[in-house]
Every structure is written in structure tokens, then in C-alpha cells.
């Protein structure tokens, strides 16, 4: 997708002049909040181009990487996200702005990529409604909170597992190791999601490996890689297969209910419920991941925060909140398209012009949030944070997302008091990808 020269946007009347050029937000592996704070500062609609350190971690021939680098209209502040993210005027559809005629040349997508191509994230009004009716009750605050107990019992017993494994290596507290991400804060909502989705145990690895490959090249020219397009018909057809066992034996499963919910004989087809297995299974896991992951960090990296924490273990929901605010899992939403021609933040914005809104931008605005570098599990209002969007996209797993992560932040801290960082703060590492979350957090506890 082409990005229109930047004369196409003009600031109306009523704002400050046009800035004299982009501001170049660095990803190494993921933009600093200064950079954030460039943009701000440059207007309410800000023209950016990103740049690629050498731990960013984006493959030089990238569809991704070559969007970024074009010059975009970025929409940094707080009460401007909210307001786009809530304007039905934009559309998560790129073919939104494309003639009948445009959309005919547009290449074939190959089937094993089809249910990827229309998702829930990429639909508009009336499909999205249609799909989000349907998929809504499996996700609501009551639903997540019967499975509580299951979650509490999951992270119970990662915390024995982690134990155990430092009694075979003969270590002894408070000098026992771990890798917080891969043997707690990774395997545990994967473990949840599958419990919800009904992936047998014996399958679960066969999956991680299908749904990390998916991760690593859903960038549009690495999915069309032979290999690539193997593996996601390796997986699509072992989901089909899966559904065709439902349908004929149901179990208390999240894919069992997607084959048969019904709403004024409206149902979701085969490959509608592919893409919902597919979102909800990535979705239902990474965010979490880096939730967890990163929360613990903050803690260790702040230790009157801790020790806020450990004094008072009722403080876990405003620790997730604040988590998010923070160090929120998704930096920026981009491939936003007007739909018509639209004032937006004191800015025109023509037609089929490109957006990006900037979470963890809005999240940091000095405007909306005192002090917005600091952080504070105590923070009144930390929960106005964007790290789940707004509007009719907003994240359908939230709910099960907060509930993970106050479940392992106050089991963590419970079960093992002494946890604290193995390596200094600045050898922690973060990782490559368009997520904001650890690659490793080696701990002692």
C-alpha cells in the first residue's frame, strides 16, 4: 500500500502550520518514549518514518519494514486516539478506499491464507458486527471469571515446576534460576487458551510450532514463502479436522461452541471460525505473555514499587493496569484508512489516506497522565490506559487478559518473595518483533 505524498494532508485553518519534516521514531527493537514524545511535541498529527536498529529484528525485504519506512501521519495524543479509534469514518479495511476495478487486479489470495485475510481485525461494519455478536459471549467478564480457579491451579503449578527443576539442579533458595518467560509467563495463557479452545494436550507443541511460524512471518511477503504457506495448510487442515470431530462428538470447549452458536439463523462458516481459532489462540496468548513479562520487570526495576506490592497484594489490578499504561504489549496500530474525506485532530485527511494511532504514545501523554514516565501501581487512574484500543476493535480477550495477569503477579510474589532480577537491568533483553515484550527475564528466587 502506497502512502500519498505529504502535501495530501493539510492542517486546517485553526492549528499551528505544517511541521518542516518527519520525525524519525527508531525501532530498536521498539520506539523509546522519547521518540514518542518527538512526536507529540511536532502536533496533534504528526509525520513519522520509522527506522531499524540493528536489534530490531525485521527481516531488510519485509512488507512490514517497507511500509514503515515510508513517511506516515501518526496520531500521538491521547484524547486524538481516542477520538479516531472511535470514528466510524476510518476503516481497518485497506480495500475501503479502492474502486471496484482496484480491487479486481488485486492478487489472489492463495486458500490456506484466506481466513487470515478477513479477520475480525481487518473487517468493518456490518461483517465485524455479524462476526463480534457471535463471538462476544464466550468472552465476557462472568464467562472469564469461571475459569479462574482452572488459571489460579495452572500457575500453581508452574511455580512447582520451576521449583522442582532448580532441586534437580541442586540449587537452593534464594539462589534458584529461572527464565520467567519461558517457563512461566509464556506457558501459562498458552496452556489457558487451549484448555479454552479445546487443543488436546498431545497437539499443543505440534500447534506452538505452527502458530510461531505464523507470528515470525505474518508480514505479508513472508507468508507467501513456499514453506510458509506449507505449514499454515499443515495447520488449517488439522483445525478442519479438529472441527469435524466436534461437530460430531461436542466437548466444553470454545471451538465446540463456535461450531454451534446461532443467532437469528445467522452461524459462522468454516472459514469464519478458522479465523476466529486463529485470533483468538494469538491473541489469547502473546499479549499475555508480554503482560506478564513485562509487569514483573517494571516491579523489579522499581523497587519501591515492590515493595508497595508485597506490602499490600490488593494493589494487583491497579499493577496490571499501570503494566499496560506502561509498557502496554502493542506500540501503534497502522493500516487504519479514511474512508471519505474527514477532519480529524484540527488535520484533512483526503480519502483512502493512511493512519497510524499511537498507543503507547497516548499512554505516556503528559496531557492525559502526571508523570507519565514514572511507574506507579497506586496510579488513580491507570486504567484509562489505550493498550487495548477503543471502539468496536477493542480487544475481545481484555477481560482474560487482566485476569491472568493478576493472577500470576500476586502468585509469583506469594509463592516466591525473593524473586528479583539474575542480570543487571540493562542486559535484560527485549524482543525483535512489532510486540513490546521480553525475549528472556532471567530471575533468582
Not at 534464594?174 to 520467567?180: G, N, Q, T
Request: with cysteine.
Amino acid at each position: 500500500m502506497s502512502v500519498r505524498d505529504s502535501h495530501s494532508v493539510k492542517e486546517s485553518a485553526s492549528t499551528e502550520a505544517s511541521p518542516p519534516g518527519p520525525v524519525s521514531l527508531t525501532m530498536d527493537p521498539h520506539v523509546s518514549p522519547e521518540d514518542y514524545a518527538k512526536a507529540r511535541e511536532q502536533g496533534r498529527v504528526a509525520r513519522v518514518s520509522f527506522s531499524f536498529g540493528d536489534k530490531a529484528g525485521v527481516a531488510p525485504d519485509s512488507d512490514i519494514r517497507e511500509f514503515l519506512k515510508q513517511e506516515h501521519f501518526f496520531i500521538s495524543r491521547y484524547d486524538d486516539v481516542i477520538a479516531a479509534l472511535l470514528d466510524s469514518r476510518i476503516s481497518s479495511d485497506p480495500r475501503t478506499a479502492m474502486t471496484p476495478e482496484q480491487q479486481k487486479k488485486l492478487p489472489q489470495v492463495p486458500e490456506e491464507l484466506r481466513p487470515l485475510s478477513r479477520s475480525l481485525l481487518s473487517l468493518d461494519p456490518p461483517d465485524h458486527t455479524r462476526l463480534r455478536k457471535l463471538i462476544q459471549p464466550s468472552f465476557t467478564p462472568r464467562a472469564m471469571e469461571a475459569l479462574r480457579s482452572r488459571i489460579q491451579r495452572i500457575a500453581e503449578d508452574l511455580v512447582d515446576a520451576a521449583e522442582r527443576a532448580a532441586a534437580e539442579r541442586g540449587e537452593t533458595g534464594p539462589e534458584r534460576h529461572m527464565d520467567l518467560i519461558a517457563e512461566f509467563a509464556y506457558p501459562l495463557p498458552v496452556k489457558v487458551i487451549s484448555d479454552m479452545l479445546g487443543i488436546p494436550p498431545e497437539d499443543r507443541d505440534m500447534v506452538k510450532g505452527w502458530t510461531e511460524n505464523l507470528i515470525r512471518n505474518n508480514n505479508g511477503r513472508g507468508m507467501m514463502e513456499p514453506e510458509n504457506r506449507a505449514k499454515m495448510r499443515e495447520f488449517t487442515d488439522y483445525l478442519r479436522r479438529l472441527f469435524a470431530a466436534r461437530r460430531k462428538q461436542p466437548a466444553d470447549d470454545m471451538i465446540s461452541q463456535l461450531l454451534r452458536i446461532e443467532e437469528d439463523g445467522d452461524k459462522l462458516n468454516e472459514d469464519e471460525t478458522l479465523s476466529t481459532v486463529f485470533i483468538l489462540y494469538l491473541a489469547g496468548h502473546v499479549t499475555t505473555v508480554n503482560l506478564i513479562g513485562n509487569g514483573v520487570f517494571a516491579l523489579l526495576h522499581h523497587p519501591d514499587q515492590l515493595a508497595k506490592f508485597k506490602a499490600d497484594p490488593g494493589l494487583v489490578k491497579g499493577m496490571v493496569e499501570e503494566t499496560l499504561r506502561y509498557w502496554g504489549p502493542v506500540d501503534f496500530i497502522s493500516r487504519r484508512i479514511a474512508k471519505e474525506d474527514m477532519e480529524l485532530a484540527g488535520t484533512h485527511f483526503p480519502k483512502g489516506e493512511p493512519m497510524m494511532f499511537g498507543l503507547a504514545s497516548a499512554n505516556r501523554d503528559p496531557q492525559r497522565f502526571s508523570h507519565p514516565d514514572d511507574f506507579d501501581i497506586t496510579r488513580p487512574d491507570a486504567d484509562k490506559h489505550v493498550a487495548f484500543g477503543k471502539g468496536i476493535h477493542i480487544c475481545i480477550g481484555a477481560p482474560l487478559a487482566r485476569m491472568e495477569g493478576q493472577i500470576a503477579f500476586e502468585t509469583l510474589f506469594r509463592r516466591l518473595p525473593e524473586l528479583r532480577l539474575a542480570v543487571p537491568d540493562d542486559e535484560v533483553r527485549w524482543s525483535n518483533s512489532f510486540l513490546r515484550g521480553l525475549a528472556k527475564l532471567p530471575v533468582l528466587f
